[in-house]
């Protein structure tokens, strides 16, 4: 079993910054990667990025690459999304969730954190 919690949303104005943390436990054999995915209003779920299990990360959206930064600890237990130059447009849920070696799939998602920004 996998337990994933997200925490660290709120609002704030734009041009602020949040980071989000994505607290994984459990069975983490065979993980391939951690993403963070967001959901705006009236919008379906896209990928933000991801932190490889070497540590690589890789960003899915322009619109964030440059302002949105995606670390973690050093016992691989906790997963950041430090995101700067918060825009209304970022206004979303958050969530993370967890790619498996072979898997086409994220699985084992968390509730997520709503980010609000506002202009």
């Known amino acids: 079993q996998v337990h994933v919690v997200e925490s660290g949303g709120g609002l704030v104005q734009a041009g602020e910054s949040l980071r989000l943390s994505c607290a994984v436990s459990?069975?983490?054999?065979?993980?391939?990667?951690v993403g963070w995915h967001r959901q705006g209003p009236a919008k379906e779920r896209e990928l933000v990025g991801l932190?490889?299990?070497?540590?690589?990360?890789?960003y899915a959206l322009d619109s964030v690459k440059g302002r949105f930064t995606i670390s973690r600890d050093d016992a691989k237990t906790t997963v950041y999304l430090q995101m700067n130059s918060l825009k209304p447009e970022d206004t979303a849920v958050y969530y993370c969730?967890?790619?498996?070696?072979?898997?086409?799939?994220?699985?084992?998602w968390g509730r997520g954190t709503q980010v609000t920004v506002s202009s």
């Open positions: 969730a967890i790619l498996r070696k072979g898997a086409t799939k994220y699985e084992h």
């Open positions: 459990g069975n983490m054999f065979n993980v391939a990667a």
């Open positions: 932190i490889l299990a070497n540590g690589a990360t890789g």
